[in-house]
């Protein structure tokens, strides 16, 4: 989120006051958790009364860190997103997990301590990948010597490019 800190705090503090006179129970609800800011953020920016806007909200998933079905595939990158290309080097940004932790989320100490629990897998997996894979160069070039004939024979019949 860009701007500083304090004033991103200080909007939504604001926005926090604003509630029903007549019964606060009808709304407007204000969430603290970082994936309920964000996936509020998104319906703004979508038409989410029609048919099409709600099949697109149902398609969205927001979580804080990053939960086992999703931690073994691979990410994706989108660089239009990146702050380091949207933003000037000088421009103040903030961190929605700060932000959220600061008007009420308690969960940000938990959410951490899982994602650090998941880093050290993932990098013991690594790891082990790349020990997996050395292995497998190695025996390629143990026995490229004995399938030398066979590959010839292949490549003429076209199986090997």
Same mark, same amino acid.
């Given at each position: ?15 926090? $006051? ?9 709304? !407007? ?25 709600? /099949? ?10 990053? !939960?086992? !079905? ?10 239009? /997103? ?22 009420? #989320? ?5 959410? $951490? ?8 897998? /993932?990098?013991? #997996? ?36």
């Amino acid at each position: 989120m860009t701007g500083s800190f304090v004033r991103n705090k200080l909007k939504y503090l604001q926005f926090k $006051n604003k509630r029903t006179n007549t019964n606060p129970k009808h709304g !407007p609800f204000h969430q603290r958790a970082p994936s309920k800011i964000l996936y509020r953020v998104v319906r703004g920016m979508i038409p989410h009364k029609t048919a099409r806007g709600a /099949a697109a909200m149902d398609r969205l998933k927001v979580f804080e860190g990053i !939960p086992p !079905p999703y931690d073994t595939l691979k990410r994706v990158v989108v660089p239009d /997103a990146l702050r380091q290309i949207n933003l000037q080097a000088t421009r103040k940004y903030t961190v929605l997990g700060r932000l959220s932790s600061e008007v009420g #989320w308690k969960y940000a100490d938990v959410v $951490n301590k899982l994602e650090t629990k998941r880093k050290v897998r /993932a990098s013991q #997996w690594y790891s082990r990948q790349k020990a997996v894979q050395r292995v497998k160069v190695k025996a390629i070039e143990n026995t490229a010597q004995q399938l030398e004939e066979v590959n010839s024979q292949l490549k003429a019949l076209g199986a090997l490019h």
